[in-house]
């Protein structure tokens, strides 16, 4: 016969019973007198007219940089035209002075 360690029977969780209250209603906070209620209602609209205003600046802030992106677009084709009507100049001078040299030679 061998020698074994007892085991030892597992201790069950203590259980409690929940309560349950039968005038609770979810989402309804009827604790607060007028005063809170007040006071809530306020700082919601608060918050509300916050996020309406940065959505507002938001929208401005897009048109702005929509604008002035077309200005800068508008600025680069000008000078790209420029500079191109430049390169097509420099191109006739340098088509010019060989055909001078050709009729030398």
């Known amino acids: 016969m061998y020698m074994q360690v007892l085991k030892k029977r597992p201790v069950p969780l203590k259980l409690y019973e929940p309560k349950f209250d039968e005038s609770y209603r979810i989402g309804k906070k009827t604790s ?28 401005d802030n897009t048109f702005l940089m929509r604008h002035r992106l077309q200005e800068q677009i508008g600025r680069d084709k ?25 009729k030398k030679k």
């Open 78 to 102: 000008e000078r790209k035209r420029k500079v191109n009507k430049l390169l097509h100049y420099l191109a006739e001078e340098r088509h010019e002075a060989k055909m001078v040299r050709r």
């Open 32 to 59: 607060r007198n007028k005063e809170q209620h007040e006071s809530a209602k306020l700082k919601h609209k608060l918050k509300r007219e916050l996020k309406g205003a940065a959505r507002e600046i938001r929208k």
